[in-house]
Every structure is written in structure tokens, then in C-alpha cells.
């Protein structure tokens, strides 16, 4: 019997998987992605009854997508896989996907410092079985550590951090019973920069609602007015994600943005994550946001990439 095995759809009973899924790639928010047709391929190892490897594909229009909207998708496998395992489970995959007459493939990956090990091996992989880099993406992330944030930025900022705390700004962790009122705050920031928010307000009150341990809503307020606000997510035990930071520009001269990092870093520290993923800084046509990597690289964030692969089946 071969110690691997790979797999679709179907797994055995009681088989364990040897890795961390992040939240994109569990099954239940897998089920939000809108789509009902879809492929859940895996490694099997045998000898020690476990599930070395995974990859969900969603399809439509003769296109397979992982994930088909979702922050990522991608390969999630054992830290000690072998790269050569990944490109033979990859041309199992590629076999299965052209006898469901799958004529695209489209593949985020998870950005690079949540493992790089792992997004090197993703990266090398794609580039063997034939995947073009559609995007890469400059993405920013603030190693938590038990220094307080406000010693490693930029003094810009640590001027701008005394400036909201000397006029009454304060960060909140806030209730899911202020969703509404936060949602709409980033909506009405959205349309001063003429962007779409890309969550609609039902998909995100659903995912309130199913995921209420890996939600959450942080905001800052000047005398109970919203200043700025974002939606967190945690990614993995190790992971929060700032999804959709925003403030109006009317607060730009104070710039509470400083003070809702600063405080979601303290957040980090007090519940052991070990990044605060501040994602990508990416215009829709593909071009960086220059402005926005400034400001994030002030806030000590470090960059990294995301990337965005694509093949023609």
C-alpha cells in the first residue's frame, strides 16, 4: 500500500488533518462563497491515518476558483510535505478539473508572512505545473511582540497618536449590536473614494452571525462619534486580519487610523496572536497604493506578497 494517497471529495472516517486550517478554507465558510459546485481534493497519508494536504475549487463557467470570494484559498498541507508531493497532487488535480470540462484555473494564495516556508513551496509549485502570476500583491503585517506599537512607529505617528488622545479620541472594542452603524461608517468612506465595499451588508451581518467567535469590531470615537472603524477577522489561532480600516477625511488632520492600529495591536498582545495582518495595498487595475504603503510601513508594518496565480486548462 502507498504511504500517500490523493483524494476527492470523499476521505476516510477518523483520519486527522496534520495542519491548521484557516478560517477561509473550513468547510462552513467555504459554504458562504455563493456557489454550490465545487471540488475538495487531498493527500492521504496511509501509515499514520492522517490528511497531509488539502485544496477546495469552486466552479463556474467552465472556471475553477480557490477561493471564489473569500480573502484566499490555496494549498493548505503538512509543514513537512515534500515539494515534489504538491506538484504530483497538482497534476492529479489538473486531471480531475479537464474531465469536469474546467477550461481556467484561478488561485489566491494566503500572503506570504503567515508561513513562508509554505507560500515558497505554494510558489514554487505553481511555477513548475505551468501557473502564470496574474497579481502580486505588496501586503503589510505587524509582528506582535511584547513591545508596545507605539515605540517602533514613525514619530509622525506618534505625534498623531498624542493628537487624537489630547482631543478625547478613544479605541472601542465594539458590540455586534453596532454592526450596522460600523458597516455603514466604512461604506460612507468607501464612496468618498469612489470604491465599492466589497462585502455587501446581508454577506457581512451573515458572517456576524455564523462566525461570531472570528468577527470583530473595532472602532475609534471622538465623543461618540465614529472617527474610524474596521472589521477583524480571525484568520487562525496566530492571525487577526484588519478588513476594510476606513476613516472619513474630515478626520484625516488627526488621523485616528494611528490610534484603531495601536489599539488592535494592544488587542493582539492581550489574546497571544502573532500578527496583525494589515492586507494588501492594491488599486483595483493592480497598481500599489502608494500612500497607503507609506502609511502602513509608519505603523512598523512589514511587507510581504500575495499571490494571485492563473492557468489555462
Keep these: 500500500m502507498n504511504t500517500f494517497e490523493f483524494l476527492v471529495d470523499q476521505i476516510p472516517f477518523g483520519y486527522a488533518f496534520n495542519f491548521d486550517n484557516y478560517l477561509f478554507n473550513k468547510v462552513k465558510h467555504i459554504n458562504t462563497q455563493g456557489l454550490n ?22 466552479f463556474k463557467d467552465n472556471i475553477a476558483y480557490s477561493p471564489y470570494k473569500s480573502l484566499f484559498g490555496s494549498f493548505e498541507f503538512s509543514p513537512n510535505i ?16 479537464k474531465s469536469r470540462n474546467v477550461e481556467k484555473v484561478i488561485i489566491t494564495n494566503f500572503a506570504e508572512c503567515y508561513s513562508p516556508k509554505k507560500a515558497g513551496i505554494v510558489l514554487k509549485t505553481m511555477g513548475k505545473s505551468g501557473f502564470s502570476v496574474a ?27 498624542k493628537k487624537c488622545e489630547k482631543n478625547g479620541f478613544i479605541f472601542l472594542e465594539e ?43 473595532f472602532s475609534v ?27 472619513l477625511r474630515k478626520y484625516n488632520l488627526y488621523s485616528p487610523s494611528v490610534l484603531l492600529n495601536v489599539g488592535m495591536y ?27 504603503i507609506e502609511f502602513k510601513e509608519h505603523m512598523a508594518a512589514k511587507k510581504s506578497y500575495k499571490y494571485f496565480f492563473e492557468k489555462e486548462l
Excluded at 37 to 58: D, M, P, S, T, W
Excluded at 226 to 247: G, M, W
Aim: with cysteine; proline share 3%.
Design 82 to 97: 515534500h515539494p515534489n508531493l504538491l506538484c504530483e497532487f497538482w497534476m492529479f488535480i489538473e486531471n480531475d478539473l
Design 37 to 58: 459546485e465545487r471540488a475538495n481534493y487531498f493527500i492521504v497519508n496511509y501509515v499514520k491515518k492522517r490528511i497531509e494536504g488539502k485544496i477546495h475549487f469552486l
Design 135 to 161: 497579481l502580486k500583491a505588496v501586503n503589510h503585517h505587524i509582528s506582535i511582540d511584547e513591545d508596545p506599537l507605539e515605540k517602533k512607529v514613525h514619530y509622525m505617528e506618534r505625534k498623531r497618536l
Design 221 to 247: 470615537r471622538q465623543n461618540g462619534e465614529l472617527t474610524a472603524a474596521t472589521i477583524a477577522i480571525k484568520v487562525h489561532r496566530r492571525i487577526l486580519y484588519s478588513f476594510l480600516q476606513a476613516n
Design 266 to 292: 494592544n488587542y493582539c498582545q492581550r489574546h497571544q496572536f502573532e500578527i496583525l495582518d494589515l492586507g494588501i495595498s492594491t488599486k483595483p487595475d493592480g497598481k500599489n497604493q502608494d500612500s497607503l
Design 175 to 217: 458590540p455586534t449590536a453596532n454592526a450596522i452603524e460600523i458597516y455603514d461608517y466604512i461604506q460612507s468612506c468607501r464612496q468618498e473614494q469612489n470604491v465599492e465595499v466589497s462585502v455587501s451588508k446581508d454577506k457581512f451581518v451573515k458572517y456576524l452571525n455564523e462566525f461570531p467567535q472570528n468577527y470583530f469590531l
